[in-house]
């Protein structure tokens, strides 16, 4: 018999047929693509061709109008528990008007944690993404980097199985970005899956082990890192990685 | 009768020498308007939030009821407490009308759709921005309710001072359902009115000043606060 303290886990995460639609337009359709249980996954595509959509999808902030979500460990667990292990980190991060310290303990707040706890678990999340300098400021003060990374920092604590990052760095210098990208290596090293969209070559390249590849709200082409860079499949992954299809 | 000079000067003095006829108004102004002040809070905040946050039937017709009310005159406030309150009225058996505490359900009643109202618009305009990073954090829409009050603190905190001010300034509501009668429902206002009336304008003077004191102070501690909390939250 397992130990029914221990949760299952959540992965891997199967999408059939998923499609979104509003109004008389499609804007996610026929979407089968699997998420396995470990992995850095980017979600790439021109503007517009539904990656944010896709991981609003499978993190549950909205309902697909066809097809199904399922997560393997899911069993009967509802939205709020399964939401509560994972996170998701938005492009421009929603900080609480609060100080950096609390917006990191909010998640655990919800969840009951105690203040010793809370203030200990925050101030280790604090510390892993330097910014215990910052711990008392008010987050809304804070740098567009130092936001994102707190963000980051805040999905920590939730100890995430799985980590959607929605372009998270395209409103970023370079030395924030490497930042994140090392933020999300970290979350990588501990076992969080990754899930992250990008628009950006580069850093798909030094981050993806798979790639999801998505045009106009069909999904063109989901393969290994090496096959899409050097041999898309389709004709607009081969000229999106041109730069002839960018938006 | 006294020139406006020697009114003023015995007005100081009142207030100076604290008068226990000018202290008892003043104490039982502030009482009946705190109380108002606070019962209005406790259920406006929390009316508001709901109201942004859910949508049911009649919503509309309540958001536009609250709007409509933030300008209720304080007559026609004081008169439908006063016909609620009256012998014949629906509450009439508990004998309310002309003590403190009708003064306190007509104030509330002034004060309430403004601190709804505008919570409404305040809780509104944040679950914009928060609705999807608080569900993607694990709060529920009523879980999300005292997060948002929090985070609003700053234009909650200005309109519970706004409330306040409306509900110590009014003369109306307080004079019909209080009766203004000496040592048990005479608040400044409706002293003030009466006082200039009969001629003793020291005593009249000496409220007025307090009132405008009072009202002063909670419009500049308003404004101090927003001021320091924006400048601090960015
Ligand atoms: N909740 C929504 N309701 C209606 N349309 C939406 C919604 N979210 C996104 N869209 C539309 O869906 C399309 C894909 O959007 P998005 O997923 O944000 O693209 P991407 O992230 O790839 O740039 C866009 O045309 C956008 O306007
Ligand atoms: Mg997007």
């Given at each position: 018999?397992?130990?029914?303290?221990?949760?299952?886990?959540?992965?891997?995460?199967?999408?059939?047929?998923?499609?979104?639609?509003?109004?008389?337009?499609?804007?996610?359709?026929?979407?089968?693509?699997?998420?396995?249980?470990?992995?850095?996954?980017?979600?790439?595509g021109?503007?517009?061709?539904?990656?944010?959509?896709?991981?609003?999808?499978?993190?549950?902030?909205?309902?697909?109008?066809?097809?199904?979500?399922?997560?393997?460990?899911?069993?009967?667990l509802g939205?709020?528990?399964?939401?509560?292990?994972?996170?998701?980190?938005?492009?421009?991060?929603?900080?609480?008007?609060?100080?950096?310290?609390?917006?990191?303990?909010?998640?655990?707040?919800?969840?009951?944690?105690?203040?010793?706890?809370?203030?200990?678990?925050?101030?280790?999340?604090l510390?892993?993404?330097?910014?215990?300098?910052?711990?008392?400021?008010?987050?809304?003060?804070?740098?567009?980097?130092?936001?994102?990374?707190?963000?980051?920092?805040?999905?920590?604590?939730?100890?995430?199985?799985?980590?959607?990052?929605?372009?998270?760095?395209?409103a970023?210098d370079?030395?924030?970005?490497?930042?994140?990208?090392?933020?999300?290596?970290?979350?990588?090293e501990?076992?969080?899956?990754?899930?992250?969209?990008?628009?950006?070559?580069?850093?798909?390249?030094?981050?993806?082990?798979?790639?999801?590849?998505?045009?106009?709200?069909?999904?063109?082409?989901?393969?290994?890192?090496?096959?899409?860079?050097?041999?898309?499949?389709?004709?607009?992954?081969?000229?999106?990685?041109?730069?002839?299809?960018?938006? | 009768?006294?020139?406006?000079?020697?009114?003023?000067?015995?007005?100081?003095?009142?207030?100076?020498?604290?008068?226990?006829?000018?202290?008892?108004?003043?104490?039982?102004?502030?009482?009946?308007?705190?109380?108002?002040?606070?019962?209005?809070?406790?259920?406006?905040?929390?009316?508001?939030?709901?109201v942004?946050?859910?949508?049911?039937?009649?919503?509309?017709?309540?958001?536009?009821?609250?709007?409509?009310?933030?300008?209720?005159?304080?007559?026609?406030?004081?008169?439908?407490?006063?016909?609620?309150?009256?012998?014949?009225?629906?509450?009439?058996?508990?004998?309310?009308?002309?003590?403190?505490?009708?003064?306190?359900?007509?104030?509330?009643?002034?004060?309430?759709?403004?601190?709804?109202?505008?919570?409404?618009?305040?809780?509104?305009?944040?679950?914009?921005?928060?609705?999807?990073?608080?569900?993607?954090?694990?709060?529920?829409?009523?879980?999300?309710?005292?997060?948002?009050?929090?985070?609003?603190?700053?234009?909650?905190v200005?309109?519970?001072?706004?409330g306040?001010?409306?509900?110590?300034?009014?003369?109306?509501?307080?004079?019909?359902?209080?009766?203004?009668?000496?040592?048990?429902?005479?608040?400044?206002?409706?002293?003030?009115?009466?006082?200039?009336?009969r001629?003793?304008?020291?005593?009249?003077?000496?409220?007025?000043?307090?009132?405008?004191?009072?009202?002063?102070?909670?419009?500049?501690?308003?404004?101090?606060?927003?001021?320091?909390?924006?400048?601090?939250?960015?």
């Open positions: 018999m397992s130990d029914l303290r221990v949760p299952v886990g959540l992965l891997p995460l199967a999408l059939r047929e998923v499609g979104f639609r509003h109004g008389d337009q499609d804007l996610l359709k026929g979407i089968t693509l699997q998420f396995g249980s470990s992995g850095k996954t980017l979600v790439m021109p503007n517009g061709a539904g990656k944010s959509l896709l991981m609003r999808l499978c993190h549950g902030l909205l309902r697909p109008t066809e097809g199904s979500i399922r997560w393997h460990g899911g069993g009967r939205g709020q528990a399964l939401r509560r292990r994972q996170a998701m980190v938005f492009q421009r991060p929603v900080l609480l008007r609060r100080s950096a310290r609390a917006n990191v303990e909010y998640p655990l707040v919800l969840q009951g944690v105690s203040r010793r706890q809370r203030r200990r678990q925050a101030d280790a999340a510390e892993r993404f330097g910014l215990s300098a910052l711990a008392g400021r008010p987050a809304r003060v804070l740098s567009g980097g130092e936001q994102q990374r707190l963000a980051l920092a805040r999905a920590w604590v939730m100890r995430p199985e799985i980590l959607f990052l929605d372009e998270p760095t395209s970023l370079p030395a924030a970005t490497k930042a994140v990208e090392d933020a999300v290596l970290t979350f990588h501990e076992g969080t899956r990754i899930v992250m969209s990008s628009h950006n070559l580069g850093q798909a390249r030094r981050l993806a082990d798979d790639v999801v590849f998505l045009c106009r709200g069909r999904l063109l082409e989901h393969s290994p890192a090496e096959t899409f860079f050097t041999a898309p499949a389709s004709a607009e992954a081969a000229a999106f990685l041109r730069g002839d299809l960018v938006w | 009768m006294e020139s406006a000079d020697n009114a003023f000067i015995t007005a100081f003095h009142l207030i100076v020498s604290m008068d226990p006829v000018l202290t008892g108004i003043v104490l039982l102004s502030l009482q009946v308007s705190l109380s108002a002040v606070l019962i209005a809070t406790l259920i406006g905040l929390p009316l508001g939030a709901a942004a946050l859910w949508r049911f039937p009649g919503r509309g017709l309540l958001i536009t009821l609250l709007n409509a009310f933030m300008g209720l005159p304080p007559v026609v406030a004081g008169l439908m407490v006063y016909l609620m309150l009256s012998r014949a009225g629906p509450l009439g058996q508990f004998g309310l009308l002309f003590t403190p505490t009708a003064m306190v359900i007509a104030q509330c009643l002034l004060v309430l759709p403004i601190i709804a109202a505008l919570t409404r618009q305040v809780v509104e305009d944040l679950w914009k921005e928060y609705a999807e990073q608080l569900k993607s954090l694990g709060a529920s829409r009523a879980r999300a309710i005292p997060t948002l009050l929090w985070d609003g603190r700053i234009s909650l200005t309109t519970v001072l706004a306040f001010g409306r509900a110590s300034a009014e003369v109306g509501a307080v004079l019909i359902v209080g009766g203004n009668i000496d040592g048990v429902t005479r608040v400044m206002t409706t002293a003030i009115a009466l006082e200039t009336s001629g003793d304008l020291p005593l009249a003077l000496g409220l007025g000043l307090v009132l405008m004191l009072m009202v002063a102070a909670v419009n500049g501690a308003a404004f101090l606060l927003g001021e320091s909390a924006r400048r601090q939250a960015g």
